[in-house]
């Protein structure tokens, strides 16, 4: 179920739940990607929020949203570029994406496993992503007043099982937003200190937000080492004596 882009917007820019949000769960990617000069960065499902970091150095910035959700214009004050798409079926060439960013995405998707597909498929080899999902054990995603509790909430270890059967390998993992889902006054004076107390006690205070850090797993082509063996399969086989030829008789 995905949620309507206009709700997303309202949230993120109009509200001061998503406004921490945004500071929470947007340092944290910074702290995994510091930056991406000359690289081409994309994101998709509503990553907008945390993108606009990347603007200034990178190479292409593009903002992929799916059909289900709808699309807006984006960077509001810079010329559009927000591309609305199918969910297992983007516009980009193959290998072409540097850092990968998904947001709202893979939790709402029906089907998750060729999503993650597509995302193998546009990054680079070596290339990073970003899986930003609900926390199962998180009070984020029990709760609908934020769009972090629709759709289906991940364990580490769910999403871990689930990105390496895509060919990923998974390498970081951070959580954010140990403050409570709530719009009253004092949870939001005090949201900086909970998020603070929460990565010092992340074993006792659990995050709403999981984000695992993952690269692209290319394997060696087999049939290439199966022509070599072929070639080569006996190469001490030029020390064998070889029986004379028998002469013919006149």
């Known amino acids: 179920m995905h949620l309507d882009v206009q709700d997303l917007r309202n949230f993120y820019y109009r509200n001061p739940l998503g406004r921490a949000v945004q500071n929470a769960v947007g340092a944290e990617i910074r702290g995994l990607w510091p930056e991406a ?144 889902p709530s719009h009253r006054k004092f949870w939001r004076k005090t949201a900086g200190m909970w998020e603070n107390m929460g990565g010092k006690l992340s074993v006792v205070l659990k995050g709403g937000v999981l984000i695992v850090q993952a690269t692209k797993r290319v394997h060696a082509p087999t049939d290439r080492g199966s022509a070599i063996r072929d070639t080569v399969r006996s190469p001490l086989g030029v020390l064998k004596p070889k029986p004379s030829a028998q002469a013919k008789p006149v």
């Not at 292409?60 to 010329?79: E, F, N, S, T």
């Not at 994406?97 to 089907?111: F, I, N, P, S």
């Open 37 to 180: 000069k000359g690289q081409t960065v994309a994101g998709y499902g509503f990553a907008v929020p945390f993108l606009r970091p990347y603007l200034k150095d990178s190479r292409r910035v593009i903002a992929l949203m799916p059909a289900p959700q709808g699309v807006i214009h984006w960077p509001a004050d810079k010329p559009n570029i927000s591309v609305l798409c199918e969910e297992t079926l983007w516009p980009l060439e193959t290998g072409r994406v540097d850092k990968l960013m998904l947001v709202h995405g893979l939790e709402t998707c029906e089907r998750p496993g060729e999503l993650l597909e597509e995302c193998w498929r546009v990054l680079g080899p070596g290339g990073s992503a970003l899986f930003v999902v609900p926390n199962r054990a998180g009070l984020w995603s029990r709760s609908d007043r934020t769009p972090f509790g629709y759709g289906r909430p991940y364990s580490q270890s769910q999403l871990e099982s689930q990105l390496k059967t895509r060919n990923f390998l998974p390498e970081r993992h951070v959580t954010a937003l140990y403050q409570p």
